[in-house]
């Protein structure tokens, strides 16, 4: 069974670019999640998409957004990206909500470079 | 709001050792969902253990099991005959037994090098 993928692994970008991250979850997952992890700030929850929706956002700003297809994968964009925005962006997945463990299985990441 | 935290940046063992990693949550929440999470260089996160707060036993998977009290809000991993390829950051996760409310909150990470 193939796990979590992300695409790109690496992504560079300048100041006020935006950035577009692609997750796919493991096959039979319904729910995405999308974290971040800055150097020095550890891994914080940006976003979760359950069956389509956005179910649950953490602390960011509206120019980070994203979406869930019917397939279930998922694109995480950040608009006007800015220097801080570097990181390792970690997307997870994990089963119909009540049917499965609340495991969360994690992709490779992309790693983000704002210069 | 939750808080999860490690108070050991760095540790380090001898290959074959047993090493502990503490970890404490703040909560007011009474169900809920821990776990211990690897990610080694290569940076793939993985579950390493999970344990449900309504359950007193402690969770043990091979090497690796849990020392958990619920009252002092503790939640340490025991590693025995630890391997060279236990060297990872180790994270301890919180998460809410809500369905509305399915993130992870992160500690901040423990770097474990275990040593040949």
């Known amino acids: 069974e193939a796990g979590v993928t992300q695409s790109p692994t690496h992504l560079i970008k300048t100041r006020g670019q935006q950035a577009t991250l692609r997750c796919s979850p493991i096959s039979g997952h319904t729910s995405v999640y999308w974290y971040q992890q800055a150097l020095g700030l550890g891994l914080q929850f940006l976003l979760w998409?359950?069956?389509?929706?956005?179910?649950n956002r953490g602390n960011f700003p509206p120019r980070f957004s994203g979406r869930q297809f019917p397939n279930y994968s998922s694109e995480l964009n950040v608009n006007a990206l800015e220097l801080e925005d570097s990181a390792l962006y970690l997307c997870?997945?994990?089963?119909?909500?009540?049917?499965?463990?609340?495991?969360?299985?994690f992709g490779p990441g992309t790693r983000l470079t704002v210069l | 709001a939750q808080t999860v935290t490690q108070s050991q940046p760095e540790m380090s063992v001898q290959e074959a050792e047993t090493v502990t990693l503490s970890c404490t949550y703040d909560?007011?929440?009474?169900?809920?969902?821990l776990f211990w999470y690897k990610q080694p260089p290569s940076r793939q996160m993985i579950l390493v253990i999970r344990?449900?707060?309504?359950?007193?036993q402690n969770a043990t998977e091979n090497r690796f099991s849990v020392n958990f009290q619920k009252a002092a809000k503790s939640f340490s991993l025991k590693i025995s005959d630890s391997q060279l390829g236990d060297t990872a950051m180790y994270f301890c996760?919180?998460?809410?037994?809500?369905?509305?409310?399915?993130?992870?909150?992160f500690g901040q990470g423990t770097r474990l090098t275990i040593n040949p």
């Open positions: 344990q449900e707060a309504y359950k007193q």
């Open positions: 997870a997945s994990r089963g119909r909500l009540g049917l499965a463990p609340n495991e969360q299985f």
């Open positions: 998409y359950d069956e389509g929706e956005e179910r």
């Open positions: 996760a919180f998460m809410k037994h809500a369905q509305g409310a399915q993130k992870l909150v």
């Open positions: 909560t007011s929440e009474n169900n809920y969902y």
